[in-house]
T-cell receptor, first 111, second 113 residues
C-alpha cells in the first residue's frame, strides 16, 4: 500500500510565498502529481514530478526528492484565487497509472 | 470548462428512486474512473474502467452500478441510496501512462433525502 501525508490546512497572506509539503511511502514509485481543487469544482492538474529536483511553472513550482519520499508545492505571489485545496497524488508500480491521493491541504489566502 | 462532461450537475433523489449519472470524454482516453468526494476530503476511488472493462471495484456497495457503454461514455446507476451517499461524484479519464494526469469532470452534487 501507499501512505501519503500532507497538512490539513494552511493560511497565508496575499502576495506572500507558501510551501505545501507532501511525504509518501510507497514501493515502485512512478511519479507524483499535484492538483488544485476549488470548492465544488473539479480537481485540475498543476504539476508532475518523477525525477529529483524542481519543476517551475509560472508562480507555481514543485519539488521532488525520491530518496526522502518528499515533495513540496511552492506558490509565489499569492492571490486570493489561490485559496483552494491542493492534492498530492502518487502513482506506483502496484497500481501503475492509477494514483493514490493524499488527504489534501486546504489553503486559505487572506488579504 | 473541462474536457470531461458530467450530467446532471445537481441531483436530489429519494432513497427509493433510481437515477443515473453520466460522464463523457472525447480525448481518446481508455481509462475512466468514478470517485466519491465528501466535503473537505480527498476523492475516494470507486471504480476504474480500462478499455471499457471494469478493472477495479473498491468494494463499493451494489446500490452503485457502473456501466461503460463505449470508450467515450461512463455511467453510474443509482438505486436505493442512503443519506450517507450524499456527496460530490467525480468522473475522470486518463491514458494508461503513469506520467499522465487524470482529467476530471466538474462532478454531480448528489443529495439523498
Amino acid at each position: 500500500g501507499q501512505n501519503i501525508d500532507q497538512p490539513t490546512e494552511m493560511t497565508a497572506t496575499e502576495g506572500a510565498i507558501v510551501q505545501i509539503n507532501c511525504t509518501y511511502q510507497t514501493s515502485g514509485f512512478n511519479g507524483l502529481f499535484w492538483y488544485q481543487q476549488h470548492a465544488g469544482e473539479a480537481p485540475t492538474f498543476l504539476s508532475y514530478n518523477v525525477l529529483d529536483g524542481l519543476e517551475e511553472k509560472g508562480r507555481f513550482s514543485s519539488f521532488l526528492s525520491r530518496s526522502k519520499g518528499y515533495s513540496y508545492l511552492l506558490l509565489k505571489e499569492l492571490q486570493m484565487k489561490d485559496s483552494a485545496s491542493y492534492l498530492c497524488a502518487v502513482t506506483a508500480s502496484g497500481g501503475s497509472y492509477i494514483p493514490t491521493f493524499g488527504r489534501g491541504t486546504s489553503l486559505i489566502v487572506h488579504p | 470548462d473541462t474536457e470531461v462532461t458530467q450530467t446532471p450537475k445537481h441531483l436530489v433523489m429519494g432513497m427509493t428512486n433510481k437515477k443515473s449519472l453520466k460522464c463523457e470524454q472525447h480525448m481518446g482516453h481508455r481509462a475512466m474512473y468514478w470517485y466519491k468526494q465528501k466535503a473537505k476530503k480527498p476523492p475516494e476511488l470507486m471504480f476504474v474502467y480500462s478499455y471499457e472493462k471494469l478493472s477495479i471495484n473498491e468494494s463499493v456497495p451494489s446500490r452503485f452500478s457502473p456501466e461503460c457503454p463505449n470508450s467515450s461514455l461512463l455511467n453510474l446507476h443509482l438505486h436505493a441510496l442512503q443519506p450517507e451517499d450524499s456527496a460530490l461524484y467525480l468522473c475522470a479519464s486518463s491514458t494508461q501512462d503513469s506520467n499522465q494526469p487524470q482529467h476530471f469532470g466538474d462532478g454531480t452534487r448528489l443529495s439523498i433525502l
